[in-house]
């Protein structure tokens, strides 16, 4: 839903010999002339990441991996032979401190998922009540999202969701046919960040400080930073556990790279954008990117709240 466009350096075309060759290049060894073996740096992690930002190629994710010591580079199906040799020759000497795995789907955020017709199905029943704790569904013209955490400033009450549906969506309301409005967007963040704000114009609307797992509510009652290995849960009408698998991930998307994402082993729907992610009774992120739907996909990349609260002095309610 973004309006800045990433540069990509793709084919149009990718032919069954560059399919096999992208295989050889994800496999472990040598580009370049430089071994794979050995250990770098900080400084040198932090050039190699910096040379993957500068190929800019759409469709790939990458972060530091601590367990091998070297930047994991997540290409998506998209990506052909040509740009992963793209980004070995942009990071010159230190080709050898990227590691590439191939995810299945293409990397997008949240709101443009397909929506197969189950489904679709299985959410209409969920569409004619409107509920605002987090999980729950919010609308917009053409538009359809997850509110993520209620918060305030200054006595004044707020909810955060994902930035990539606020930038398109000026009037949020409660429920599809847009009759019962809740506010205006007043602040969006993306790319670069994920997140947006808006604000309760409603003063009939409760908006209490939980977040809904399936049939039960769950209190917030402060946030967390993620770290690997973290479990936690997917607020919302399915409550689905994930954990952290990394920290600290950049995305590079059609409309524009997104920094400071933690990566998840969870899948995401359609209309799951801005959806809250905790653990225990701790705020962690709201959902932005994924690679598909649940039905072929589990991975899926995350704003951390945090971020959000201190960007803009707001206190979880």
Same mark, same amino acid.
């Given at each position: 839903?973004?309006?800045?466009?990433?540069?990509?350096?793709?084919? /149009?075309?990718?032919?069954?010999?560059?399919?096999?060759?992208?295989?050889?290049?994800?496999?472990?060894?040598?580009?370049?002339?430089?071994?794979?073996?050995?250990?770098?740096?900080?400084?040198?992690?932090?050039?190699?990441?910096?040379?993957?930002?500068?190929?800019?190629?759409?469709?790939?994710?990458?972060?530091?991996?601590?367990?091998?010591?070297?930047?994991?580079?997540?290409?998506?199906?998209?990506?052909?032979?040509?740009?992963?040799?793209?980004?070995?020759? /942009?990071?010159?000497?230190?080709?050898?401190?990227?590691?590439?795995?191939?995810?299945?789907?293409?990397?997008?955020?949240?709101?443009?998922?397909?929506?197969?017709?189950?489904?679709?199905?299985?959410?209409?029943?969920?569409?004619?009540?409107?509920?605002?704790?987090?999980?729950?569904?919010?609308?917009?013209?053409?538009?359809?999202?997850?509110?993520?955490?209620?918060?305030?400033?200054?006595?004044?009450?707020?909810?955060?969701?994902?930035?990539?549906?606020?930038?398109?969506?000026?009037?949020?309301?409660?429920?599809?046919?847009?009759?019962?409005?809740?506010?205006?967007?007043?602040?969006?963040?993306?790319?670069?960040?994920?997140?947006?704000?808006?604000?309760?114009?409603?003063? /009939?609307?409760?908006?209490?400080?939980?977040?809904?797992?399936?049939?039960?509510?769950?209190?917030?009652?402060?946030?967390?930073?993620?770290?690997?290995?973290?479990?936690?849960?997917?607020?919302?009408?399915?409550?689905?556990?994930?954990?952290?698998?990394?920290?600290?991930?950049?995305?590079?998307?059609?409309?524009?790279?997104?920094?400071?994402?933690?990566?998840?082993?969870?899948?995401?729907?359609?209309?799951?954008?801005?959806?809250?992610?905790?653990?225990?009774?701790?705020?962690?992120?709201?959902?932005?990117?994924?690679?598909?739907?649940?039905?072929?996909?589990?991975?899926?990349?995350?704003?951390?709240?945090?971020?959000?609260?201190?960007?803009?002095?707001?206190?979880? /309610?």
């Amino acid at each position: 839903m973004g309006n800045l466009p990433a540069t990509r350096v793709r084919s /149009t075309v990718i032919a069954g010999a560059l399919v096999a060759l992208a295989a050889a290049l994800l496999t472990p060894g040598s580009a370049n002339g430089q071994s794979t073996a050995g250990t770098f740096s900080t400084a040198e992690l932090k050039t190699a990441r910096e040379a993957v930002l500068e190929a800019d190629v759409t469709g790939t994710a990458w972060n530091v991996d601590p367990a091998t010591g070297k930047v994991l580079v997540s290409v998506d199906e998209t990506v052909s032979a040509r740009e992963i040799r793209h980004i070995r020759r /942009t990071a010159g000497e230190l080709a050898g401190a990227l590691e590439f795995e191939r995810i299945p789907g293409e990397l997008e955020t949240a709101a443009e998922l397909r929506e197969t017709a189950a489904e679709t199905a299985a959410e209409r029943a969920d569409e004619t009540e409107p509920f605002v704790k987090g999980g729950e569904y919010i609308y917009g013209i053409d538009t359809k999202a997850s509110l993520g955490f209620n918060a305030a400033y200054n006595g004044q009450d707020y909810f955060i969701t994902a930035g990539h549906c606020t930038n398109d969506v000026s009037r949020w309301y409660l429920d599809p046919s847009l009759t019962t409005y809740i506010g205006p967007t007043v602040a969006s963040s993306y790319p670069g960040n994920d997140y947006g704000i808006v604000r309760y114009d409603n003063s /009939t609307i409760p908006r209490p400080g939980t977040v809904r797992c399936g049939q039960n509510e769950i209190d917030i009652t402060g946030s967390i930073e993620p770290r690997v290995g973290m479990p936690f849960s997917i607020a919302g009408y399915n409550c689905r556990a994930a954990t952290v698998q990394a920290v600290n991930v950049t995305v590079n998307l059609a409309d524009g790279i997104v920094h400071g994402l933690f990566r998840s082993n969870a899948c995401a729907a359609p209309s799951d954008s801005g959806a809250a992610s905790f653990t225990g009774n701790l705020a962690l992120g709201l959902l932005s990117v994924g690679s598909a739907t649940c039905t072929t996909s589990g991975i899926t990349y995350w704003q951390p709240v945090n971020e959000v609260l201190t960007a803009y002095g707001l206190t979880l /309610t």
